[in-house]
């Protein structure tokens, strides 16, 4: 029976892989945000850093951090300035997520925004070659306003075959 079971479950997350076009590791390339006022803004500067990944288990997680972070001393205590300023030039959560036409929820287990915890958060999406724009909308807490964000990120290509004589340390 365990085995019957354990042949499903593996069937299911191939099938669930051969669908999913969203597989695999995504690096953050912009972060855009647009008040309900058309203001727009960046959030995490111009240039962000971060990745988002989906798995065939169903499984995702998404870290992000934006340009310009403090980079303290190793020597140097942070503060707790330093600690806010840090915590809010970045997001990370995860969770399992569900993929519908164009739709996409991400189901949070664990977040760095603990109001996030154990929630369901509502995507688009639309897929141009390895181009994955996601767009969501929500009230910003800064400002109170209705606010638009529209993310991109590039498919990250499996890591090649390294060439036959190649040396590790070369």
């Not at 945000?33 to 990944?53: V, W």
């Not at 997680?61 to 806010?84: F, M, P, V, Y």
């Not at 109170?144 to 590039?154: A, K, L, P």
Request: charged share 20%; with cysteine.
């Amino acid at each position: 029976m365990k085995l019957v079971s354990a042949v499903r479950r593996l069937v299911r997350s191939l099938l669930f892989a051969a669908e999913n076009p969203l597989l695999g590791t995504w690096k953050l390339k912009s972060y855009v945000a647009t008040t309900e006022a058309g203001e727009k803004s960046t959030p995490y500067g111009e240039h962000p850093s971060g990745y988002l990944s989906y798995s065939a288990d169903g499984r995702m997680h998404a870290i992000g951090t934006a340009d310009g972070r403090l980079a303290a001393a190793q020597s140097k205590l942070l503060n707790d300035g330093d600690l806010a300023a840090l915590h809010r030039t970045m997001f990370a959560y995860a969770g399992a997520y569900s993929v519908g036409i164009q739709t996409l929820i991400h189901h949070v287990d664990v977040c760095w925004n603990p109001l996030w915890d154990g929630t369901d958060q509502i995507r688009f999406f639309a897929l141009s070659g390895n181009t994955l724009k996601i767009t969501s909308q929500a009230i910003d807490p800064l400002n109170g306003m209705t606010t638009t964000y529209v993310v991109f990120f590039e498919r990250i290509e499996k890591p090649g075959r390294r060439r036959s004589g190649a040396s590790l340390l070369s």
